[in-house]
């Protein structure tokens, strides 16, 4: 089992920035990538930034390619997001996710609210 919690979030102005953590604990050896999702009220559960835990291969969705940056440190198992430039479209609930060959993990998730 993999343990996830996230922490960071919180309010900030349209063009601000914002950085979220996520700490990874239990049986990290059986990850392979780790990422973030968001959940906008009403909306589907979408796909943020991924990180592949050996090579530090990264991938962004459209809406956050350019703004967001992922990054990892195996060392303390854990997945950050800087997130800059922010919109209020970006106000979501973010998930952090860890994927195994057989599990995926979630956080608990953490708010993220963007003001105009």
């Known amino acids: 089992q993999v343990s996830l919690v996230e922490s960071g979030g919180g309010l900030v102005q349209a063009g601000g920035s914002l950085g979220l953590s996520c700490a990874a604990s239990g049986r990290t050896f059986s990850i392979y990538a780790m990422g973030w999702f968001r959940q906008a009220p009403g909306k589907e559960r979408e796909f943020v930034a991924a990180i592949i835990w050996s090579g530090g291969i990264t991938n962004y969705a459209g809406s956050a390619e350019g703004r967001f940056t992922i990054s990892r440190n195996n060392a303390k198992n854990t997945v950050d997001l800087q997130m800059n430039s922010l919109r209020p479209e970006d106000t979501a609930v973010y998930y952090c996710?860890?994927?195994?060959?057989?599990?995926?993990?979630w956080g608990q998730g953490t708010q993220v609210t963007v003001t105009s």
């Open positions: 996710n860890a994927r195994s060959p057989y599990i995926n993990y």
